[in-house]
């Protein structure tokens, strides 16, 4: 059932206990959406509980109440309402999904174009660049109060699912959520230096070897890199490490789409896919292998091995670029 903002808030209104949470291997987006909506249920008066599989990761603890997401609990819990931010495909939440008792409502707020639709109230708003904006939208709508801790939590969203306001889909309305945020409280210069210049040594070393070691393909028009699990533990990084290193492979001049291939524990590739151009639809690549997610930014997880899985998707890539 599709949704909209006056039916999601009239689901909050009548329910006291609401569960909260994102996507497996959570961004900014995910987890500064989680918080801003949980602080917001919390200041209602509700019993808000906020989860990710992984809780809060150490790389986001410059978000302002970062401590409210936990990792979610063994057994089954009963909520009055149960709300996915950012997640396109139910699955996605992971092991959150086994906390939420059966029967329990569920709210799906998202930005993602392939979103499933799978919640008993669907918002989802693929013209929006991060979920975060449209819970900006939200609140301006239902004329909640954005307080400070919860603009940074939105603004910091904002920033890193718009690569800093420069990926396509940012758009005014983007700009204009943004500058709310600010008015809101956001310290700007500080919490950009805890986005983009805090970063662990650990990380300059995988970036450096993923700059050494990457390869181009399709005519030097795709650039990639791949993360198998032997480099992982030479390294010692761990899985938030890797955000972001896509982007130096797709900066590169000629080069058209971007492809970082991180082998998996259980067996399965990670695959993660950027494009320059509106016309390389990588999501529609990523789909062709069961992922999704935006024409120019979308992810898979395939079954291994790692050189399989490699060949295939940059075959098909290359089919899509062609095309």
Known sequence: MSAT????????????????????????????????????????????????????????????????????????????????????????????????????????????????????????????????????????????????????????AISTDTGSFQYAGTNERTFAAASHLISCGVDVPGLSRA????????????LRHALNTAEFHCGDRIASFSLPLETVRELQVVPEDNEGIIDHLRSVEGVEAAVFFEE????KVRVSSRSKFPSIDVCKVCKIFGGGGHPMAAGARI?????????????????????
């Open 264 to 267: 998996l524990p259980e067996g």
């Open 5 to 156: 903002f006056d039916s999601i808030a009239a689901a909050v209104a009548s329910a006291h206990t609401i569960g909260v949470a994102s996507h497996i291997r959570p961004d900014a987006d995910a987890l500064g959406s989680t918080i801003a909506f949980a602080m917001w249920l919390r200041s209602l008066g509700k019993d808000a509980r906020a989860f990710n599989e992984e809780g809060s990761t150490p790389k986001f603890h410059y978000l302002p109440g970062h401590e409210l997401v936990a990792t979610p609990p063994a057994a089954p819990q009963k909520f009055d309402l149960f709300v996915a931010l950012d997640t396109s495909v139910k699955n996605r939440l992971g092991t959150v999904l086994g906390a939420i008792a059966p029967g329990t409502p569920l709210a799906n707020i998202d930005h993602h174009v392939s979103n499933e639709q799978f919640g008993d109230l669907n918002f989802v708003d693929p013209t929006a660049p991060a979920t975060g904006q449209i819970l900006v939208e939200f609140f301006r709508h239902t004329g909640a109060e954005i307080t400070p801790a919860m603009a940074a939590n939105l603004f910091a």
């Open 195 to 206: 986005m983009y210049d805090s970063q662990p040594r650990r990380r300059f070393n995988l």
């Open 303 to 323: 079954n291994g091995p790692l050189q399989k899985v490699k060949h295939d998707f940059l075959q098909a890539l290359a089919n899509e670029i062609r095309n």
